[in-house]
T-cell receptor, first 112, second 115 residues
């Protein structure tokens, strides 16, 4: 069973609307959690990195939250744009061996 | 756009053949990690190289092997290709493997198709 579960698997939103992606993890011991954006056929690009003590981190229209107690994170996209169409991947890093555990990603499609 | 480059961008091979994929790490980075990403899935860790030595390996068979060169560029070799090896192969470089907070920068990937 994957240690990082993302939901929904995919979603379609209209340009200008907001959306929230979810990430639940069981990875332990926890070091940090990252959200990546991956355009089709390209490598992932980092959006945010959060450590245990950080609850919220923003990067432009992207805001990530982390609840380390419940092992949940979310990525909120505000005022979506067509260029936000991509796969968003949640990655959790272990603190003992620095291993990265990837979620399967949420595919976001923004329509005009 | 990161400074990590990969070649080739696309590759088509047949079952049983061998393939070599290449990665140039970002300037100043001594650690390179390789990942396999099947369609619709998240990347799966293959192995990592730090200063020319393998430094960790995922659940991949020995026919997946690699090298890192003195300039920290790297190769991924896959022997006896199987249909399931069809995937996007990603290379990521970082300044060090010793800091879990150290960010990995991904290349654009090589799309391998095995027929």
């Amino acid at each position: 069973k994957n240690q990082v579960e993302q939901s929904p698997q995919s979603l379609i939103i209209l340009e200008g609307k907001n959306c929230t992606l979810q990430c639940n993890y069981t990875v332990s011991p926890f070091s940090n959690l990252r959200w990546y954006k991956q355009d089709t056929g390209r490598g992932p690009v980092s959006l945010t990195i959060m450590t245990f003590s950080e609850n919220t981190k923003s990067n432009g229209r992207y805001t990530a939250t982390l609840d380390a107690d419940t092992k949940q994170s979310s990525l909120h996209i505000t005022a979506s744009q067509l260029s936000d169409s991509a796969s968003y991947i949640c990655v959790v890093i272990r603190s003992n061996d620095y291993k990265l555990s990837f979620g399967a990603g949420t595919t976001v499609t923004v329509r005009a | 756009e990161t400074g990590v480059t990969q070649s080739p961008t696309h590759l088509i091979k047949t079952r049983g053949q061998q393939v070599t994929l290449r990665c140039s790490s970002q300037s100043g980075h001594n650690t390179v990690s390789w990942y396999q990403q099947a369609l619709g899935q998240g990347p799966q860790f293959i192995f990592q190289y730090y200063r020319e030595e393998e430094n960790g390996r995922g659940n991949f068979p020995p026919r997946f092997s690699g090298l890192q060169f003195p300039n920290y560029s790297s190769e991924l070799n896959v022997n006896a290709l199987e249909l399931d090896d069809s995937a996007l192969y990603l290379c990521a470089s970082s300044q060090t493997h010793l800091d879990p907070g150290n960010e990995q920068f991904f290349g654009p990937g090589t799309r391998l198709t095995v027929l």
